[in-house]
């Protein structure tokens, strides 16, 4: 059987944003829907040419992934591409492990990444590992636009399966040697540290402790299960989505903590007294890291809404430093281009040049873990004790993000307002503080504001959602609470 039901005529629109295209489930995020982009991708891979080469499907653990990820299987098989899909819920950066080692044409990965527990997604995988670029989320939403209403092709993964053009596959072993390349995992598990992992019950729970296992490191790991709830807070390594594990790293016993999102292709990390150590101070600790212990020297490339530490320390090192728009479609490419050894943006999404460029949480953190055990050898002990010291070299950093809701219905006005009327009036000052310059962003969505110290404001609206977000970076706690403020009057005019 070829053919699956027709499409109904009222199809909902799909647009992919800065990372995938993700849904309420039930709602927009349905098995038809699943089906609409799958056929874009084949039709990609097919119009390329490419349908040997095949497309890697994986997906997390969330409400009902695995069979969203069947679905999506049925469709390429049914335009005669060979899948390879994960045997259970991996990290999101297995599939981009997956394509890399396989030559595949692309991948797939059902997964909402931090989004609500009520939400799941698509994203798309370039046959680099690289999030998919303009390029192809432009062939798949021209698909998108014409099949709501057409037959999707697709093949019964039993079928498929029993006629051998699908290989299951179970990405760690391979994933241990690729890691091995570039990591000690010997001289991690030989260190003499009690680190605490959270997961924050998504697809990476289990992976830092079995890549540690075996030595002399203590890893006490939380919240393993299956959850698709979630513990009833949005999967993101953020406070307060961490506090329980900033409390139990406080209670006293842990060197470390090492935080994972829901599909652990994000990175945190906390002190030893359960301090959350924020995103752009992690950019500019791996940034730190591969200059002074690895010897690195070659581009790094942030995302506009990231520190202003990576151009502190680009200076100091002699380091290239590129910035795009945000998401790692506009960040994973310009690494290729450039050839850089690190790739990062806001949100806690790293990818590494020795290693793929797209974002790995898990590696991240085993960099992080090897950071800390090279400053202690050092004489730079405890973690916090490292963070001081890096602060002396990097400068200070005083972050926060918020993210302002706004009624659907008066949304697009907020929009207007917002990308309209300041690019006329941009003001002079803000939170009492003269405004160096402004820059519009590429990606036509808001606005970065810098004082003379510094410090920069960020305001971006959301092409997916009814929100404007606001971020900050400010050489004091003070002056980074007044810029937030200034920012949300702004918002709400």
């Not at 990576?310 to 795009?324: D, M, P, Q, S, V």
């Not at 040049?353 to 085993?366: K, Q, V």
Request: charged fraction near 25%.
């Amino acid at each position: 059987m070829r053919d699956g039901p027709a499409a109904a005529a009222s199809a909902p629109t799909i647009t992919f944003g800065t990372d995938g295209w993700r849904a309420r489930i039930a709602d927009e995020f349905t098995f038809d829907s699943v089906r609409r982009c799958a056929d874009g991708v084949a039709h990609y891979v097919a119009d390329r040419g490419e349908q040997a080469r095949g497309v890697v499907i994986a997906y997390d653990r969330r409400f009902a992934s695995e069979h969203f990820a069947a679905a999506a299987a049925e469709v390429l098989l049914g335009h005669d591409i060979p899948v390879a899909l994960a045997t259970h819920a991996v990290p999101t950066q297995m599939s981009s492990f997956e394509v890399v080692q396989r030559g595949a044409a692309a991948g797939i990965v059902i997964t909402a990444s931090h989004n609500p527990w009520t939400d799941n997604g698509f994203k798309v995988k370039a046959s680099t590992g690289a999030a998919a670029g303009a390029d192809i989320l432009g062939a798949i939403e021209a698909r998108l636009a014409i099949n709501g209403g057409h037959h999707v092709q697709r093949r019964p993964l039993a079928e498929a399966e029993a006629a051998g053009q699908v290989d299951r596959f179970d990405p760690y072993e391979g994933y241990e040697r690729f890691v091995r390349r570039t990591v000690d995992l010997d001289s991690l598990r030989a260190a003499d540290l009690d680190v605490l992992v959270d997961p924050l019950y998504g697809a990476g729970a289990g992976w830092l402790s079995r890549l540690l296992a075996g030595g002399r490191i203590r890893v006490h790991e939380i919240h393993q299960e299956r959850n698709p709830y979630f513990g009833g807070v949005n999967p993101e390594p953020i406070r307060p989505n961490v506090d329980e594990a900033l409390r139990l790293i406080a209670e006293g016993g842990f060197d470390l903590g090492l935080l994972l999102d829901g599909d652990a292709d994000r990175a945190g990390a906390a002190d030893e007294r359960g301090t959350f150590i924020h995103q752009l101070q992690v950019t500019g600790l791996l940034m730190y890291y591969l200059a002074e212990h690895r010897g690195w020297r070659d581009p790094v490339v942030v995302s506009v809404n990231n520190t202003s530490m990576a151009t502190r320390l680009g200076a100091h090192y002699g380091i290239e430093t590129h910035e795009t728009p945000v998401g790692f479609k506009f960040i994973g490419p310009r690494m290729i281009e450039t050839g850089a050894m690190m790739g990062a943006e806001e949100s806690g999404g790293f990818g590494f040049g020795m290693h793929l460029p797209e974002r790995d949480g898990i590696y991240a953190d085993l960099l992080l873990l090897d950071l800390c055990i090279r400053e202690r050898a050092a004489g730079r002990w405890p973690v916090s004790k490292i963070l001081e010291h890096f602060h002396e070299l990097a400068g200070p950093s005083c972050y926060r993000r918020i993210d302002v809701h706004v009624e659907r219905a008066v949304y697009p006005e907020v929009k207007r307002r917002l990308l309209v009327e300041l690019a006329a009036q941009a003001p002079s000052e803000i939170a009492g503080q003269t405004i160096q310059h402004t820059v519009a962003l590429e990606t036509g969505d808001g606005f970065k504001f810098f004082l003379a110290d510094g410090s920069w404001l960020l305001i971006r609206t959301s092409g997916t959602e009814p929100l404007v977000r606001i971020y900050t970076e400010a050489t004091s706690p003070d002056l980074q609470e007044s810029l937030l403020a200034a920012g949300e009057r702004l918002v709400r005019g």
